[in-house]
């Protein structure tokens, strides 16, 4: 089984995919770690890599190989800003999330220790880098959900019931399909 889970940051996305990991015994590989460790491993920040991808694509494809090498051994949850889309037809399940950016930015400020409006502009930031390199390199609205399974609004559900939802739903899904 391959399980995605995408959406901005402040979604929950990263939080839901480690508790899918836990539930179901599968890997966990995020996307945005992979991301993270690149930048890191250049000793630059995170904004400015996102900027730098939008002139390289050789960064994201780094990240894309990543995401389907590990895709390609199963049993695995996958966390990714892009993977729905990258992983279509291939995934057993893809599951989007969202909440309002007025939530999500509450969400990261206080996650990361820092003032609303500096999460407010961190997120219209990357989310500006992201839609553009994504429609740049692979024709891609990130904010077309069509593709996606599911797809939950999470600010008025704790990450307890989100779960629930998702486990109801794959539960059932596996219940239903004829695996060979």
Do not use: C
């Amino acid at each position: 089984m391959i399980l995605v889970v995408s959406g901005p940051s402040g979604s929950g996305k990263t939080t839901i995919a480690k508790s899918l990991s836990s539930k179901y015994g599968f890997k966990f590989l995020s996307g945005g770690q992979i991301f993270r460790n690149k930048a890191q491993s250049l000793g630059i920040d995170l904004l400015s890599l996102n900027k730098q991808a939008e002139r390289d694509f050789d960064i994201d494809r780094m990240v894309d190989r990543e995401i389907l090498m590990e895709a390609r051994k199963s049993n695995v949850v996958i966390e990714s800003h892009i993977a729905g889309w990258i992983l279509a037809g291939e995934s057993t399940l893809s599951i989007y999330l969202w909440a309002p950016l007025e939530e999500r930015a509450r969400r990261i400020a206080s996650r990361d220790n820092i003032t609303y409006e500096q999460a407010l502009l961190s997120i219209l930031s990357r989310e500006q880098s992201h839609y553009f390199r994504f429609w740049k390199y692979y024709g891609i609205d990130i904010q077309d959900t069509s593709l996606y399974d599911l797809v939950i609004n999470t600010s008025k559900l704790s990450p307890d019931n989100v779960l629930k939802t998702i486990a109801q739903f794959l539960d059932s899904y596996i219940q239903s399909t004829p695996w060979k």
